[in-house]
């Protein structure tokens, strides 16, 4: 996949510190979603931003999204054992309801 | 809420085999998609439908179809199977389109193993 490039591929952190994961596209989007997966298990959608979004929060989850730079960014604060899943963001290729195109891919451990 | 449902949750096959997957969208929702992820690497877009008409393909093999049904499920056929098939199978749903929103949901996914 070359849309939605994620950094790092690996992030380990303890349990109560913050978590920044960034991911980069090349192409416009109108739209840019995160989503978890637990460790070989479905796919659950956090958030999305709109392009014409700078910043959304939902709970312990802020993302950003600079479209100037082609780049997003998920914050999760105060970060729980809970937490620890593979991150992607991906976009929409395409109109509404067009398949998404995911990046590589992001493994979060948070130790207790 | 209601969750988009897959069937199987596992499978395995034989090489050269056939397999069947089966997704039943959110209701309410028109649009399946699938993907396809193979260990360790994001998942990877196969083929979509809109109201039982195929809207979009991706890297689909000649040797898996699909098709949408009247009741919106969904079902990819998987024939020859091979070893590099091997993966976790997800269907996803969406709202109707001038919803207002892209968001898809993923069901947990139907993990292949090809012997």
């Known amino acids: 996949s070359q849309q939605g490039e994620e950094d790092p591929q690996a992030l380990s952190i303890q349990e109560g510190e913050n978590a920044t994961m960034n991911c980069s596209y090349k192409t416009s989007i109108n739209n840019l979603q995160w989503y978890r997966q637990n460790s070989g298990r479905g796919l659950v959608h956090l958030i999305l931003i709109r392009s014409n979004e700078r910043e959304k929060h939902s709970g312990r989850l802020r993302v950003t999204l600079d479209t100037s730079k082609k780049s997003s960014s998920l914050l999760i604060t105060a970060s729980r054992a809970a937490d620890t899943a593979s991150y992607f963001c991906?976009?929409?290729?395409?109109?509404?309801?067009?398949?998404?195109?995911f990046g590589k891919g992001i493994t979060l451990s948070v130790r207790p | 809420a209601a969750g988009v449902i897959q069937s199987p949750r596992h499978l395995i096959k034989e090489k050269r085999e056939t397999a069947t997957l089966k997704c039943y969208p959110i209701?309410?929702?028109?649009?399946v998609y699938w993907y396809q992820q193979g260990p360790g690497q994001d998942p990877q877009f196969l083929i979509s439908f809109y109201e039982k008409m195929q809207s979009d393909k991706g890297s689909i093999p000649d040797r898996f179809s699909a098709q949408q049904f009247s009741d919106y499920h969904s079902e990819l056929n998987m024939s020859s199977l091979e070893l590099g098939d091997s993966a976790l199978y997800f269907c996803?749903?969406?709202?109707?389109?001038?919803?207002?929103?892209?968001?898809?949901?993923f069901g947990p996914g139907t993990r292949l193993t090809v012997l």
């Open positions: 209701p309410r929702h028109d649009t």
């Open positions: 996803a749903s969406s709202f109707p389109l001038g919803a207002r929103t892209d968001t898809q949901y």
């Open positions: 991906a976009t929409p290729r395409g109109g509404a309801n067009s398949k998404l195109t």
